[in-house]
């Protein structure tokens, strides 16, 4: 027994099945149908499978250009909703007050602040102390112990001193 390879791409299955449904036009006239795990078709049967699946399969590339388009759409609209939502909450809140009713129907929330925990906490001291380390800082006493050389004082450019003449 022979077999092919299945085409993979709609467009490749369209093809195929578009060729078989034309050989079947064009050479089964007259001939007995075709049994198939006992059940016999008839040519006719045959070729309306085939028209089938090429109909199945264009309906379905017409669904998902129609899906695609109104994906796009969706993300066109939400892509303008997202640039102005959260200036709506802030005019909200701001107009009628965090609190009120009025900012709530608008879908106002007050931003909570939630506490770090001791774990949270410990951490944060580890890695500012990591930092200082690795960068040098040093405390209040320590950058106050630190004396700059002292200044020189200016020196008087040439020819601008002062003279005894009497």
Known sequence: MTTHKKPKSDE?????????????TA???GKPGL???ATTY???????MYQKSIDTRTELAAARATVESALAARDAADAQREKVDEDVLRWAAGTFGEASAEAKAFGYVKPSHTPLTAQEKAAAVAKAQATKIARGEVGKKAKAAIQAPPAEPPAAPAGTGTSNKS
């Open 42 to 48: 008839t040519w006719a049967q045959l070729g309306a």
């Open 27 to 29: 050479y089964t006239a």
């Open 12 to 24: 490749a299955v369209k093809s195929v099945c578009l060729q078989r449904s034309q050989a079947i």
């Open 35 to 37: 049994s198939v795990d």
